[in-house]
């Protein structure tokens, strides 16, 4: 299925920047690029992950359709003003472009740490397909640059037993954490432990104390030297 699945979205990536010409295919990329880098300047300058994350969402998308707008305003007939040459360039920037899109997200699919029967179905379909074995020396060589080890599952899920807990409660990382005054005021606080009891996910995602959480750089690393502990 996910060989099928990545045929036709090449097929369709091809087409979509044979149609769109090689202007419109190249914003695409250089929007999301800009985009970006204006999300992450953004939270270093406020501190608000929330508003950053959907400049780096929304924007590429606004930007793309302003650019189209003012194409079509330029030039009414794109279809005469686009060489065959140009088109062909289009179409191969535009699977370039995609394909490292489709990689992300398998190499996604594969990292989510989560025992659902429909994930780990998607999981072993991807390993078992024919395009996962051309990229997986690439994802394989980029972990080892980075010192980076796959996600295994079954070490969260770990987490469940009593006994695997009291190991990561006795770690310095885990102490370090929950013993923050920030962490204390969170836990203490009756409206997020309501949430918690009712299973509120979203409504406590938007919790201004878990918001402000978001906003500050040491308390997200105390939470990721807490995540890689757990993994190893």
């Known amino acids: 299925m996910t060989d099928k699945i990545i045929f036709f979205a090449v097929i369709l990536l091809l087409w979509r920047g044979w149609s769109k010409g090689i202007l419109r295919t190249i914003f695409g990329p250089i929007a999301l690029i800009i985009c970006s880098v204006l999300s992450y300047a953004y939270y270093l300058y406020t501190r608000d992950m929330v508003i950053a994350a959907a400049i780096g969402i929304v924007a590429p998308i606004v930007l793309n359709i302003l650019f189209s707008i003012m194409l079509n305003l330029i030039s009414h007939d794109k279809d005469k003003n686009t060489s065959l040459i140009g088109r062909i360039i289009a179409a191969l920037l535009n699977l370039l472009w995609g394909g490292f899109i489709i990689a992300v997200m398998l190499f996604t699919i594969l990292m989510i740490p989560f025992d659902l029967p429909l994930l780990q179905r998607a999981q072993k379909d991807i390993e078992r397909s024919s395009s996962y074995v051309l990229i997986k020396p690439v994802i394989d060589q980029t972990l080892q640059k980075h010192n980076v080890q796959p996600i295994d599952p079954s070490k969260l899920a770990a987490l469940s037993d009593p006994k695997k807990m009291e190991e990561v409660e006795k770690t310095e990382e885990y102490q370090s954490l929950v013993n923050d005054k920030r962490i204390q005021d ?22 201004p104390k878990i918001l402000e959480l978001t906003r500050d750089p040491e308390l997200l690393k105390k939470f990721l030297a807490l995540y890689s502990k757990i993994l190893k």
Do not use: C, F, G, T
């Open 186 to 207: 969170i836990l203490n606080d009756p409206s997020v432990n309501d949430l918690i009891e009712r299973k509120q996910i979203a409504q406590l995602m938007q919790h």
